[in-house]
């Protein structure tokens, strides 16, 4: 029988791939500032359009093609779900949006029905890119700004440590029950050659150091007494 933190650590690693993959639609709130649940009660694991997705408007907008109606697009502040409604919600690549994030993460547990799951995904402050990125623009005077103003920008306006993200969801009602940092697939996107071989090297870097770029929590909704 497999340990419950081997069983969340698997549980983190399909959710990477399905959010990360291609879209042929097979996962729900893929990309950027997207997020998802599961109904309480759901017998097998829909994208969470299924039951409601918020976040950005082509992750709504596919969903709704594909299922209806029961997908809501918005700001997660807006959304209307009862207490209780969901039994995992995602939040990928979207709580360093939230301008105030503890609000967010209290709302998020309202939403859960008791022992639900909550899966962040997020920018770890203490990651060798961002470091090297805050040393350089530092050391140069403000002349090196390149890779700060890629790494932080307005639409950024929480920034979390593992420590911090941890001392969060604990405030907000809920138990951290597996994490992991892992580097982000920068090298894949629309750098020049010579910035691709940077953060390929970074990345490496980062895996030796334990410094990864993205850190990756899933959260269990605490019993209230």
């Not at 770890?124 to 103003?149: P, W």
């Not at 894949?188 to 050659?193: F, S």
Request: net charge positive; with cysteine; aromatic share 8%.
């Amino acid at each position: 029988r497999q340990q419950p933190a081997l069983r969340a650590r698997e549980l983190l690693k399909l959710l990477d791939e399905l959010v990360h993959a291609p879209p042929a639609w097979g996962a729900a709130g893929a990309g950027a500032s997207a997020g998802a649940g599961v109904p309480a009660g759901a017998t097998s694991p829909v994208p969470a359009g299924a039951a409601g997705a918020t976040g950005a408007g082509f992750a709504a907008s596919a969903a709704m093609e594909k299922f209806g109606p029961k997908v809501f697009g918005g700001t997660f502040s807006n959304a209307t779900f009862p207490d209780g409604f969901f039994d995992v919600l995602t939040m990928w690549d979207i709580i360093e949006h939230f301008p105030e994030p503890r609000e967010a993460l209290a709302k998020a547990n309202r939403l859960l029905k008791t022992s639900g799951l909550l899966l962040v995904n997020t920018p770890n402050e203490q990651s060798l890119t961002k470091g090297t990125a805050r040393f350089l623009y530092r050391a140069s005077g403000g002349r090196i700004k390149r890779a700060v103003n890629k790494l932080y920008h307005c639409y950024h306006t929480s920034y979390f440590t593992a420590r911090t993200l941890l001392l969060l969801l604990e405030k907000t009602g809920f138990t951290v029950i597996a994490r992991q940092t892992k580097v982000i697939p920068m090298s894949r996107g629309r750098n020049p050659p010579g910035s691709k071989a940077i953060i390929k090297t970074l990345s490496l870097a980062e895996k030796l150091l334990h410094a990864e770029y993205e850190m990756q929590f899933i959260a269990r909704k605490r019993e209230t007494v």
